[in-house]
């Protein structure tokens, strides 16, 4: 159910970048903005078009692919050098931000809220962006069987990376804040992103590089996500879950190239679909897939509390709950809220769930069959004393 429900919310989460990457394009060559040049197919008013934005997103996303294919190691290696070039231009936007706020006396914390928004959308609002943050955090666990020294590695990544992206996002947004913006109209403050504070604090040259590096963040966004979440359906192909070309790896850089193929091949369909209506597709799935793994990782932790694994969540079950407890009052929080307050979203959301939920018996019979499970490789973990052992008929499994 985690693989059914991740591998479409991933699909489903993919997409968007691509699409957001020609809509910024989309600012400064208005022709290949969404249904204007070159129409071919227009359908459910809308809701469905092939044109000339959807083909630029096409091209972009063919290359992006195949520097997946490459591996893990040629991803990295652009991400690290494009990330310079994505961070300089918001930088310098920090920096003349939160000069013109001390210059000219401006609160940046006045108004607390969006003018109109009451303080319940708003923390909606909020959490939303941090859940999505959030996503982004479980996914190199499909890799790190990939790198070396896996354990090392991703904690000194995550001890670099977190406080990064907390300035990242917070002292950028204190400097838009700070531009004076907000003290406008409501339509000038929801108009106030980060292209038009640049615009508006350093001219033509700011504007200019900050759409370069937001262009270039949706690109590392995209081949991170497609990187990690193709090993999901290429598991359950290798499980025969799903069809067998689905399992089968390059022979030449050993990436798994038949669920690279599907998924590439579905976000490019998906790249004709109206961006709202694959937003609230996505949202809720992306969360009940995240839940059913805190559960897993619970369970699992209380199960074989003396597992042997390269990597570990310390503190023991203390420390497990600790690690899940706050994402997922975010999270329970995020799914009430748009049920009161987006009803379509949540409706949306709630049917392509059931959806994975019916697709679980049909792949069972008729693709699966008496197909057996993939063997695990069990050579760098060891489950230890089972509590389940002892108890009825169940026995330890290793």
């Given at each position: ?11 489903l ?10 809509d910024?394009l ?13 129409v071919?197919v ?8 092939v ?6 997103t096409?091209?972009?996303?063919v290359?992006?692919a195949?520097l ?5 190691k040629?991803?990295?290696e652009?991400s ?10 918001f930088?310098?936007?920090t920096?003349?931000g939160?000069w013109?706020?001390?210059?000219n006396?401006?609160?940046v914390?006045?108004?607390f ?14 959490l939303s962006?941090?859940v999505?943050l ?14 070396a020294?896996?354990?090392r590695t991703?904690?000194r ?8 992206i ?6 950028p947004?204190l400097a838009?804040i700070?531009s004076?913006?907000?003290r406008?109209?409501?339509?000038d403050?929801a ?7 640049g615009d ?8 200019v590089l ?7 963040s949706?690109v ?5 996500i ?26 030449r850089f050993?990436t ?6 599907a998924?590439?091949t ?5 790249a ?7 937003l ?5 799935l992306?969360l ?14 209380w ?12 503190g023991?079950?203390?420390g497990?709950v600790l690690?899940?407890?706050l994402?997922?009052?975010?999270i329970v ?20 769930a059931?959806?994975?939920?019916l697709l679980?018996p ?10 057996p499970d993939a063997?695990i ?6 489950l230890?004393?089972?509590r389940f052992?002892g108890f009825?008929s169940?026995?330890?499994?290793v």
């Amino acid at each position: 159910m985690f693989g059914a429900w991740n591998s479409i919310g991933a699909v489903l989460n993919l997409a968007l970048y691509p699409i957001l990457l020609v809509d910024y394009l989309a600012t400064w060559a208005p022709d290949i903005a969404r249904g204007k040049g070159l129409v071919i197919v227009d359908l459910f008013h809308g809701g469905f078009v092939v044109d000339l934005h959807w083909i630029v997103t096409v091209a972009l996303i063919v290359p992006m692919a195949y520097l997946n294919y490459r591996g893990s190691k040629a991803v990295s290696e652009y991400s690290v050098g494009m990330m310079l070039l994505v961070l300089a231009p918001f930088a310098v936007l920090t920096v003349l931000g939160i000069w013109h706020a001390v210059g000219n006396g401006i609160n940046v914390l006045s108004p607390f809220t969006v003018p109109g928004q009451s303080v319940h959308s708003s923390v909606a609002g909020a959490l939303s962006v941090i859940v999505w943050l959030y996503l982004g955090f479980d996914g190199p666990s499909t890799v790190l069987g990939e790198v070396a020294d896996a354990h090392r590695t991703y904690t000194r990544a995550l001890a670099i990376s977190v406080p990064l992206i907390i300035a990242g996002y917070l002292l950028p947004t204190l400097a838009a804040i700070g531009s004076g913006l907000h003290r406008g109209s409501p339509a000038d403050w929801a108009q106030g992103d980060f292209v038009v504070v640049g615009d508006a604090l350093g001219g033509t040259w700011l504007k200019v590089l900050i759409s370069l590096g937001s262009a270039l963040s949706l690109v590392g966004l995209f081949m991170a996500i497609l990187l990690t979440s193709t090993r999901v359906p290429r598991a359950l192909a290798a499980d025969a879950y799903l069809p067998r070309w689905m399992a089968r790896d390059s022979r030449r850089f050993n990436t798994p190239v038949g669920a690279l193929l599907a998924s590439t091949t579905v976000v490019i369909v998906l790249a004709a679909v109206d961006f709202g209506s694959i937003l609230r597709a996505t949202v809720l799935l992306t969360l009940a897939s995240i839940l059913l793994e805190f559960v897993a990782f619970l369970v699992l932790r209380w199960r074989y509390p003396q597992m042997l694994r390269p990597v570990r969540v310390p503190g023991g079950r203390p420390g497990a709950v600790l690690v899940v407890m706050l994402p997922t009052a975010m999270i329970v929080y995020l799914a009430w809220s748009t049920a009161v307050d987006e009803t379509a979203t949540f409706g949306t959301s709630l049917a392509v769930a059931l959806l994975a939920v019916l697709l679980y018996p049909l792949c069972r019979r008729f693709v699966k069959g008496d197909r057996p499970d993939a063997e695990i490789d069990f050579s760098h973990v060891e489950l230890g004393p089972d509590r389940f052992a002892g108890f009825g008929s169940r026995k330890a499994g290793v």
